[in-house]
């Protein structure tokens, strides 16, 4: 991701302006190539992804309408979509679990699953429609960018990106709380989706203190990535559900939820390791490298 710029003498807006019209536009790019289509898509939902993260970064900063508004301008570009993306997850997933599996019975139903969600991918591909979204998303975000050159953020660089910090760490640190104390699958992608905003928060930021940032960004990512395979398995397991019941269904379900629960562990236990600080000595911390940061000529 570009580094976002400052210099704290200045308000924020403009930084931050350059750094949507900058994802918007690498969004387009992805968008436009034409070759390997899926990891096209993946990348531009990345974009929308950083987006929101620095949305919400800077939300002290912004009226309450225009954060919802931007939001959920890239919220829904990213659903638009989603759909080749989640089922190129599943095929990922579903192979993965059936390395493990050795029954003869258990591999051919794997196989089945495999086949039925190639299927169902082709007949997707075959109908246009991703095309489609493709072209009227590009379109979107090209007539958007108006938008993010009037957008208007007030407050100083450190007194909004501190707080911002301090509101996504909060944020992350009572959702690891809640499910300590009672684990769901909702909980994990609540937790997961702030994780990623924190993630691409640190990773706009890196230039303040490059060492530190890097470390915490690492830490961050890693959490995240074991969150993302969480939610993976829980897409597979509902898609499972649909599949004819027996034995065969019943042992990749029991392994998905083995692993699963595994996961869940870590992911606890790094959470713990992520989360011990409070909130306002989280963000002290960040305030004072952006306090102290001067633009070098």
């Known amino acids: 991701?570009?580094?976002?710029?400052?210099?704290?003498?200045?308000?924020?807006?403009?930084?931050?302006?350059?750094?949507?019209?900058?994802?918007?536009?690498?969004?387009?790019?992805?968008?436009?190539?034409?070759?390997?289509?899926n990891e096209s898509i993946h990348q531009a939902r990345l974009c929308f992804k950083r987006c929101r993260a620095m949305l919400r970064l800077v939300r002290p900063g912004l009226k309450a309408t225009d954060f919802d508004a931007f939001n959920a301008f890239y919220r829904n570009c990213g659903q638009s979509l989603g759909q080749m993306r989640d089922a190129t997850a599943r095929l990922e997933t579903i192979q993965l679990i059936s390395k493990n599996r050795k029954a003869p019975e258990t591999e051919q139903f794997v196989r089945q699953?495999?086949?039925s969600l190639?299927?169902?991918?082709?007949?997707?591909?075959?109908?246009?429609?991703?095309e489609k979204e493709v072209?009227?998303?590009?379109?979107?975000?090209?007539?958007?960018?108006?938008?993010?050159?009037?957008?208007e953020l007030s407050g100083s660089a450190s007194a909004v990106i501190t707080a911002g910090i301090r509101r996504l760490y909060r944020q992350g640190r009572k959702r690891k709380e809640e499910l300590v104390d009672q684990p769901d699958d909702i909980g994990f992608h609540q937790l997961r989706k702030t994780v990623k905003y924190l993630g691409y928060a640190f990773e706009a930021l890196q230039y303040l203190y490059p060492a530190q940032m890097k470390s915490q960004l690492n830490e961050l990512v890693?959490?995240?990535?074991?969150?993302g395979s969480h939610h993976d398995l829980v897409i597979l397991l509902d898609?499972?559900?649909?599949?004819?019941?027996?034995?065969?269904?019943?042992?990749?379900?029991?392994?998905?939820?083995r692993r699963k629960k595994r996961l869940e562990k870590k992911i606890l236990a790094d959470a713990d390791f992520i989360f011990l600080w409070k909130p306002a000595e989280f963000a002290g911390r960040v305030r004072v490298m952006v306090e102290y940061y001067r633009v070098r000529p």
């Open 118 to 130: 190639r299927k169902s991918q082709s007949a997707w591909k075959a109908t246009g429609q991703q």
């Open 113 to 115: 699953l495999t086949a």
């Open 222 to 227: 890693k959490l995240g990535r074991l969150l």
């Open 239 to 257: 898609l499972l559900n649909e599949s004819p019941a027996g034995r065969q269904r019943t042992n990749v379900r029991r392994s998905i939820i």
């Open 135 to 151: 072209s009227e998303t590009i379109t979107k975000l090209l007539d958007f960018e108006d938008n993010i050159q009037g957008l």
């Open 1 to 37: 991701m570009k580094q976002l710029i400052f210099n704290d003498s200045q308000t924020i807006q403009p930084a931050i302006r350059k750094q949507l019209l900058y994802l918007n536009q690498a969004a387009i790019a992805h968008l436009e190539r034409k070759h390997r289509p």
